[in-house]
């Protein structure tokens, strides 16, 4: 039985919220609102944990960050353990990333027999949190509201300059994998930067939302007194106290977001017509690593389980799924086992090395019970924090805070927290007793602790004298590109086109 292609569309802090059934319809969005017609859409799916580093490690390992030991955007992602393109290449796939991965840590392939850029972030300790210093704020680093406040137009951006360059050599390896030189089935990841911060976009995608009836937050700015104590900690690190946020500074933010998303949507347009143009047929899965919260609360990127920084969109297109919409909760900690599922892997291969469960079933009308798992142990919190979200109920726990419980279907912009309303006493207790069967909040800190201790060490140590650090370098072997002297013009002329002449 041939193997299908699979190729996976992922985008950075795209909040979910904005797809509750593919893109909403205001969004400019032409073709991700086609794939979406064709896929199964999850609308309630949700990172392992709101950060890049952590929630991609989760998202490719099928693990929680307490198993991966990658908490945060400094921690290494260790090379033993497996990821999707460790199981479809060891089933005999080609697998290949071109974009962002955010490894940290000498390995920097993970599984991918070929990577075609570099990462967009460092892949060293540089960015290591530490909890032996609360309320410390590495300003090199730290995301600050300079984001907000300077958001506009520009035609040129670092991250633009990234994505246009991921998108170019996806295409190029589109067109060579049509070339039919390798009989293998391929997997190829293509994980674009946008429509992360910061807030800038090309005039062509600015101009689109010129008239948009949604840029300013559903929930306005509560005052910092009366968030509750993990978002407190998000705006200290944040530095708020610098900036003078103005409405106007929201409005061009959510603008300059909403356009990336459009720009974002022409460059998945460019992927999908050159795959169509090749005669390849392949699943395709698009998903985010986490969300953007875009002022709601007056809170913005992520950090926290608030939906607009946990939920993300998440959509299959595959023979093997219906499409429409699943509103049951469901982790991106799921891709790992369902790509496995739908590639014909032996599910017995993946099920050891995953916390996630195969979509497949679900997608095909068979129930699903199992809570969703979140984890959070990065910049911005003192301790971890963990959340289950369990049918309508979602429920937040941390040592050093009051707990959370929300009503997702009576209250979606989590406005009321229920913890303390006698009511509700016996969903808390319920949903208490399986977070604590789950996570040990106690020996979870002290493994953070000691992580972030370790990195501490090695990365002053490898800072002094010569400094090698692990960011990845592509290859390109420039003798055998295009022509040269060792090949037959002829050949290559007729290898290298398709469809082939006669």
């Known amino acids: 039985m041939t193997k299908p292609n699979i190729l996976i569309l992922m985008v950075d802090q795209l ?27 999850f609308a309630n799916a949700y990172t392992a944990s709101p950060l890049c580093a952590p929630g991609r490690a989760s998202f490719m ?50 599984g991918f027999e070929d990577r075609l850029t570099t990462d967009i972030y460092p892949a060293d300790f540089g960015w290591t949190p530490d909890y032996r210093k609360p ?32 998108a170019y050599h996806a295409k190029a390896k589109l067109y060579d994998l049509a070339r039919g030189k390798d009989d293998r089935p391929w997997s190829m990841t293509v994980s674009f930067t946008h429509p992360h911060d910061p ?102 990127f992520k950090m926290n389980f608030y939906e607009g920084s946990a939920r993300v969109p998440l959509m299959i297109s595959a023979p093997d799924l219906p499409a429409g919409l699943i509103e049951t909760p469901v982790s991106t900690i799921d891709v790992t086992p369902t790509l496995g599922s739908l590639a014909g892997v032996d599910m017995a291969e993946i099920e050891p ?46 040592a050093l805070d009051p707990d959370q419980l929300f009503d997702l279907e009576a209250d979606p912009l989590e406005r009321t927290n229920l913890a303390d309303h006698t009511e509700h006493v016996g969903t808390l207790q319920t949903l208490k007793a399986k977070s604590e069967a789950r996570w040990d909040l106690d020996r979870f800190d002290a493994d953070v602790r ?24 592509p290859l390109q072997k420039a003798s055998e590109r295009y022509m040269r002297n060792h090949m037959d013009l002829n050949i290559v002329e007729d290898s290298q086109r398709f469809p082939r002449g006669e």
Not at 23 to 39: F, G, Q, T, Y
Not at 454 to 473: C, F, I, K, S, T
């Open 199 to 300: 807030y800038v976009a090309r005039k062509k995608y600015w101009d689109l939302y010129e008239d948009c009836n949604h840029l300013l937050p559903k929930v306005a700015d509560l005052g910092y007194e009366n968030q509750d104590p993990h978002s407190k900690r998000i705006f200290d690190a944040n530095d708020w106290r610098s900036f003078d946020i103005t409405e106007d500074d929201i409005r061009k933010s959510r603008r300059a977001y909403f356009a990336n998303i459009s720009y974002l949507d022409d460059k998945i347009g460019e992927i999908l017509e050159v795959l169509e143009a090749t005669r390849q047929e392949a699943i395709i899965l698009f998903v985010s690593d986490h969300g953007d919260m875009l002022g709601e609360r007056g809170l913005w």
């Open 353 to 398: 090395w995953t916390d996630g469960e195969d979509l497949v079933p679900l997608a095909q009308g068979i129930e699903r019970t199992a809570p969703v798992a979140m984890e959070y142990a990065a910049e911005a919190s003192y301790a971890p924090l963990v959340s289950l979200r369990y049918g309508k109920w979602k429920y937040n726990r941390c």
């Open 450 to 473: 000691a992580s972030q201790a370790r990195r501490w060490v090695v990365y002053e140590a490898l800072r002094q004298g010569g400094y090698y650090p692990w960011d990845y370098q």
């Open 15 to 41: 909040n979910g919220t904005l797809f509750p059934d593919g893109p909403a319809d205001w969004l400019h969005a032409p073709n991700l609102k086609k794939l979406a017609a064709r896929s199964t859409r």
């Open 135 to 166: 309320g410390e704020r590495i300003d090199w680093w730290y995301h600050n509201m300079g984001s907000v406040t300077g958001a506009g137009i520009a035609e040129i951006s670092n991250q633009m300059e990234y994505d246009d360059e991921v």
């Open 61 to 110: 390992s099928g693990q929680l960050p307490s198993r991966t030991g990658v908490y945060d955007n400094a921690a290494e992602f260790r090379s033993d353990i497996p990821t999707y393109a460790h199981h479809l290449r060891r089933a005999g796939y080609y697998t290949c990333l071109s974009g962002k991965m955010h490894f940290v840590g000498p390995d920097q392939l993970h």
